[in-house]
């Protein structure tokens, strides 16, 4: 099986790297501007290994109980990524990365991973994978915690090989990112820096 993925095609998945989610944005996550660089960098280094590069943004119009001015940072969160609002574009780093498909999720509902949104055609990323004959995805961006672990379990069920570039994202906290890595990892999620591949 092995043998087989390494002779599949390759996406690049870029979560929601966004300013709202990076230092001075309503939902910052420390070191979110470093990495906005680093995947900048990355993928114009490597563009070439992908048959796929794909963003996902949080795209949020009135996702309901997903914002509060009372947050619990668990299920309700305050404001951020509101739609027309630069918070809510790609990171200004990304300016240049000119994915072949852009993502948006949750516009009326919460939506942690990029399996929940839509291009501008309406199609859902599975299918934009499986139409480009993708079998094995990478995974970087922010929050590792929360929107690039529910991106990257959910590849896995969508039956995608799938590995997590770990210096090309970050967590909210250490010890959500020590959890997350975990139930990626117990999931058969591949944990890998870039600078090995």
């Given at each position: 099986m092995t043998?087989?993925?390494t002779q599949g095609r390759r996406?690049?998945?870029?979560?929601?790297?966004?300013?709202?989610?990076?230092?001075?944005?309503?939902?910052?996550?420390?070191?979110?501007d470093?990495?906005?660089g680093r995947i900048a960098a990355y993928a114009a280094e490597h563009?070439?290994?992908?048959?796929?590069?794909?963003?996902?943004?949080?795209?949020?119009v009135d996702p309901g109980a997903h914002f509060s001015d009372t947050p619990d940072y668990v299920d309700s969160?305050?404001?951020?990524?509101v739609v027309g609002t630069p918070e809510a574009e790609l990171h200004p780093a990304l300016a240049d990365l000119r994915p072949d498909?852009?993502?948006k999720k949750g516009e009326y509902a919460a939506a942690y991973s990029g399996f929940e949104g839509h291009d501008h055609e309406g199609r859902a990323l599975g299918a934009?994978?499986?139409e480009a004959g993708v079998t094995d995805v990478d995974v970087v961006g922010i929050a590792e915690s929360h929107c690039v672990c529910a991106t990257t379990l959910d590849a896995l069920a969508f039956g995608l090989g799938a590995r997590v570039l770990t210096d090309l994202t970050v967590p909210v906290t250490p010890e959500q990112g020590e959890a997350a890595r975990a139930a990626?990892?117990?999931?058969?999620?591949?944990?890998?820096?870039?600078?090995?591949l």
């Open positions: 043998e087989q993925r996406a690049l998945l870029v979560v929601d790297v966004q300013p709202t989610f990076c230092e001075g944005g309503a939902l910052a996550v420390a070191g979110g470093d990495v906005a563009r070439a290994r992908y048959d796929l590069v794909v963003t996902t943004q949080d795209w949020h969160w305050p404001p951020h990524a498909v852009s993502v934009i994978l499986r990626m990892r117990e999931a058969g999620a591949e944990l890998v820096d870039s600078a090995s």
